[in-house]
């Protein structure tokens, strides 16, 4: 069975602070990772990251995959009150009917960021 | 915003009720997931359609059905409505063309079943 374990669960954080978020998994036929934020209901996509090693960077924001110890991490340099949010970790493999995707996602990692 | 719309936003039903829950995807995309997401976990997959087939089921009841329409359109249907059905019903809706797809999600119908 798939299995996408993040961690910590929650974080609080003041502004200007670094984190790192965490994300674990283990999946058959994987095909990417994926990461969202979660603020009130739709997640909103971050990044796909399907090879190991690169560095994917939006602003703030960076994530890089380790496909060899199985495991991302997603990190917020100089945290702002508007990163408070739900982040998601999710990894993509083939749906055994077809090509397409089928995600299966981690619990979440709430992040909490004082003012 | 994503593009992706769903109806309604709220919806309170009792045991035993039936709900129709409905999505409009993305122009351009033709496959829509649909995630049940209860309070503190991470969105379940349900299931998902390509050009009006279910393509594939995750962990849910037969009571959990859907449908797909040319348009791309779909509707999430639970029958026999169990309190643990109270959940975000999120829908994503993507291109697929063989390789991995970026789901780009709804903001969700939120089911509370009293």
């Known amino acids: 069975e798939d299995k996408v374990v993040q961690s910590p669960l929650s974080l609080v954080v003041h502004e200007g602070d670094t984190v790192t978020l965490n994300c674990s998994y283990e999946?058959?036929?994987?095909?990417?990772l994926l990461w969202y934020k979660q603020e009130k209901k739709a997640p909103t996509f971050l990044f796909m990251l399907?090879?190991?090693?690169i560095e994917k960077k939006s602003g703030r924001l960076s994530s890089i995959l380790d496909k060899k110890e199985l495991f991302s991490i997603l990190n917020i340099t100089a945290t702002q009150t508007g990163d408070s949010a739900v982040y998601l970790c999710?990894?993509?493999?083939?749906?055994?009917?077809?090509?397409?995707?089928?995600?299966?996602f981690g619990k979440g990692i709430t992040l909490s960021v004082r003012p | 915003e994503t593009g992706v719309t769903q109806s309604p936003t709220h919806l309170i039903k009792t045991r035993g009720q039936q709900v129709t829950l409905r999505c409009s995807s993305q122009?351009?995309?033709?496959?829509v997931s649909w995630y049940q997401q209860a309070l503190g976990q991470g969105p379940q997959f349900i299931f998902q359609?390509?050009?009006?087939?279910?393509?594939g089921r995750g962990n849910f009841p037969p009571r959990f059905s859907g449908l797909q329409f040319p348009n791309y359109s779909s509707e999430l249907n639970v029958n026999a409505l169990e309190l643990d059905d109270s959940a975000l019903y999120l829908c994503?809706?993507?291109?697929?063309?063989?390789?991995?797809?970026?789901?780009?999600f709804g903001p969700g119908t939120r089911l509370t079943v009293l």
């Open positions: 994503a809706s993507s291109f697929s063309a063989g390789g991995s797809d970026t789901q780009y």
């Open positions: 999946v058959t036929n994987f095909r990417s």
């Open positions: 399907t090879s190991s090693g």
């Open positions: 999710a990894v993509d493999r083939p749906l055994s009917a077809g090509a397409n995707s089928k995600l299966t």
């Open positions: 122009s351009g995309h033709n496959t």
């Open positions: 359609y390509y050009r009006e087939e279910e393509n």
